[in-house]
């Protein structure tokens, strides 16, 4: 079973991923912020990290994936951004950052699968 690490701050959000993952029987973790998610990683080890860019906590979604893929102990992690920011430039950063996919808000519950098994 691949775990999956929730990082969006909009409590919405996350339901609505962790309800479509779990149907396809995923193990999920969420995370309201990066500062917590970067504090949880090392317990999970996940295989896909789905990071919102824009958050709380005075750390975004690039710092975050930034520093998971500075870890080696994260190596096989995969990062896909979620935002509402769907320039080509924040592409461009969420891809320097280290990130396998980026998928622009809103999206569709299969449009998440498919991005989900394309990266992991």
């Given amino acids: 079973m691949k775990k999956i690490l929730i990082v969006e701050d909009q409590q919405d959000i996350r339901e609505l991923i962790r ?7 995923y ?8 500062d917590i998610a970067l504090q949880m990683i ?25 520093r998971v893929k500075a870890d080696a102990r994260f190596k096989r992690t ?3 951004m979620l935002s509402a920011r769907g320039s ?17 808000k809103p999206f569709s519950p299969r449009q998440l699968l498919q991005v989900i098994d394309r990266v992991s």
């Fill in 19 to 25: 309800m479509t993952l779990e149907i396809e029987d």
């Fill in 88 to 104: 080509s430039a924040d592409r461009d950063t969420g891809k320097r950052a280290g990130a396998a996919d980026y998928l622009v």
């Fill in 42 to 66: 090392g317990r999970i080890n996940p295989d896909v990290m789905l990071l919102d860019v824009m958050m709380p906590g005075g750390i975004d979604g690039f710092e975050v994936c930034r």
């Fill in 27 to 34: 193990e999920v973790h969420e995370a309201p912020q990066g």
């Fill in 78 to 80: 995969k990062v896909v």
